[in-house]
T-cell receptor, first 117, second 112 residues
Framework: GAVVSQHPSWVICKSGTSVKIECRSL??????MFWYRQFPKQSLMLMAT?????????EQGVEKDKFLINHASLTLSTLTVTSAHPEDSSFYIC?????????????FGSGTRLTVV | DQQVKQNSPSLSVQEGRISILNCDYT??????FLWYKKYPAEGPTFLIS?????DKNEDGRFTVFLNKSAKHLSLHIVPSQPGDSAVYFC???????????FGQGTELSVKP
């Protein structure tokens, strides 16, 4: 089955530093990848949609200069949290969509717990 | 505008009984709906889906029912098992780029 690998699974960083999270589709080419953020006891909030070779589309209220998304290949998308602050601490999840969408065409990574101290 | 809603944040069921998780939506243009299961600190895993042209889809212990006139779908788990304890999300792909729109989730607890 389709597998999406997300790394790291957890990271602790100091305020003001940047953190990069990787999302790789291991056995399929992902035309589109999505980045979500989840706060405790809340739903998954879509941050942005990235398409290979083009700029990401950010949801309203998401700072594109703070959350840099790069989708350089059909198997890799990265999310960089720049100048991280404690309020950026959250659980970040990526999802990859296979081309020719089917009802089960979305595969999620295992998530990254970011803690900014 | 919350297009997909799960109004019950939690549900507790006895092992062996039926669990019914509910989901409402407002956009009649959704082509299909998906249910995901999620454990803490993990990504969601796909459980079952239903096309908008169907009213029922069954897979083992899991059945999803769709009532288009009421814009309502439900996930039935029977018999419920302690390992089913997790947060369940319903979701639908938007017509804009196919992004998934999630409900708020329902935390299911199955007691032995």
């Amino acid at each position: 089955g389709a597998v999406v690998s997300q790394h790291p699974s957890w990271v602790i960083c100091k305020s003001g530093t940047s953190v990069k999270i990787e999302c790789r589709s291991l056995d399929f080419q992902a035309t589109t990848m999505f980045w979500y953020r989840q706060f405790p006891k809340q739903s998954l909030m879509l941050m942005a949609t990235s398409n290979e070779g083009s700029k990401a589309t950010y949801e309203q209220g998401v700072e594109k200069d703070k959350f840099l998304i790069n989708h350089a290949s059909l198997t890799l998308s990265t999310l960089t949290v720049t100048s991280a602050h404690p309020e950026d601490s959250s659980f970040y999840i990526c999802s990859a969509k296979r081309g020719g969408s089917t009802s089960d065409g979305y595969t999620f990574g295992s998530g990254t717990r970011l803690t900014v101290v | 505008d919350q297009q997909v809603k799960q109004n019950s944040p939690s549900l507790s069921v006895q092992e062996g009984r039926i669990s019914i998780l509910n989901c409402d939506y407002t956009n009649s243009m959704f082509d299909y709906f998906l249910w995901y299961k999620k454990y803490p600190a993990e990504g969601p895993t796909f459980l079952i889906s239903i096309s908008s042209i169907k009213d029922k889809n069954e897979d083992g212990r899991f059945t999803v029912f769709l009532n288009k006139s009421a814009k309502h779908l439900s996930l039935h788990i029977v018999p419920s098992q302690p390992g089913d304890s997790a947060v369940y999300f319903c979701a639908a792909p938007s017509n804009q780029g196919g992004k998934l729109i999630f409900g708020q989730g329902t935390e299911l607890s199955v007691k032995p």
